[in-house]
């Protein structure tokens, strides 16, 4: 830094806020600086800068698994508000191992990220303990901890379900099955779960209503429930089936599918959370998407927020509204 102040013409401290506070710089200095950082080809150092202010410029963002393209979506979405914003994003993909994302946590700690974006799929109270500890901001996504000295961002996911539940009896289905697994585990598919429930009271017998347990929310788990339902006759079959994930959904396609049992034709399909990563089903995908982007961005808005206020952060609880995609596996063309 010093020679690149000395190549400039300029003091150090005018060269260090040409990189840390260029609103403090005149533009012929800002000109200058920046001409000799390339001419000498520096690059900061960010541990050393880090060392200094106890902090980096980073965000960091944990997610339980990028094989959902929610995540995906989400990452997108925040890496797009945090560089509007001047910082960089940091990501971790926890691979759905909830031990990994503990470690995660713990990494971008010690790196000391400026703030975290975690997106888990179960409490993780203990995770933001840590971070608290360290006066790191921290916004969850796509999980209501309850907290209400945290942010958080998430979609209305009961409202998933009810809208999973009133597509098919508005297409006609008279016997539907709603197929989950995990929910023990997962807040999303117990939220799910409740809505397509409500959806049910509201239709007053309108249709018969069936709760599959299945392992799991991956495509082997809907193979095993398509297995199960194949196996019984015409007559009681479902003539609709949700998925509580569209990766379930699309085993129960392929499934249904292998018995000879047509998707639409026989039983409408669809999935619930718009997971392109499920899109080589064999039928184009009815599901419901999740606004990952937009949970991503604002997840980034309130956390630079709680960093700059200095203890003036109001803490928000954001919900999104779901949105109904009608695609092949519930309408003929």
């Known amino acids: 830094m010093r020679d690149v102040a000395d190549r400039a013409g300029v003091s150090l401290g005018t060269a260090s806020n040409v990189l840390n506070h260029p609103e403090r710089v005149s533009a012929a200095a800002i000109e200058r600086v920046r001409m000799a950082i390339d001419e000498l080809g520096f690059v900061r150092n960010a541990n050393a800068s880090t060392l200094a202010s106890g902090r980096s410029g980073a965000l960091g963002l944990v997610v339980i698994n990028l094989s959902n393209s929610m995540f995906v979506d989400v990452a997108r979405g925040a890496q797009a508000a945090a560089r509007a914003a001047g910082h960089n994003l940091l990501l971790a993909d926890s691979a759905d191992d909830f031990g990994a994302q503990g470690d995660n946590v713990d990494s971008f700690n010690e790196a000391r990220v400026a703030g975290l974006l975690l997106a888990p799929m179960q409490d993780s109270s203990e995770h933001v303990a840590r971070l608290k500890a360290r006066q790191t901001p921290v916004v969850l996504i796509n999980y209501d901890q309850g907290d209400d000295n945290l942010c958080t961002v998430v979609v209305d996911n009961e409202q998933v379900g009810y809208l999973a539940v009133r597509h098919m009896l508005d297409i006609g289905c008279r016997r539907i099955v709603f197929a989950a697994g995990g929910d023990e585990y997962y807040q999303p598919v117990r939220l799910r779960r409740r809505g397509a429930r409500r959806a049910m009271r509201e239709a007053a017998g309108a249709a018969s209503f069936e709760e599959i347990m299945a392992d799991g929310v991956k495509e082997a788990d809907g193979l095993t429930v398509a297995r199960q339902i194949a ?20 085993g129960l396609v392929e499934g249904l599918s292998e018995a000879g049992i047509t998707v639409p ?61 009608v695609r092949g596996s519930t309408v003929l063309p």
């Open 265 to 325: 034709d026989e039983i409408a399909v669809m999935g619930c959370d718009r997971n392109s990563s499920a899109g080589d089903c064999r039928v184009p995908l009815t599901s419901i998407a999740m606004k990952g982007q937009e949970m991503g961005a604002a997840a980034v808005r309130l956390l630079l927020d709680e960093m700059n206020r200095d203890g003036d952060h109001v803490h928000q609880r954001v919900v999104l509204t779901p949105e109904l995609i």
């Open 231 to 250: 196996g019984r006759g015409p007559d009681t079959r479902p003539d609709g089936i949700i998925g509580v994930s569209d990766s379930l959904a699309s």
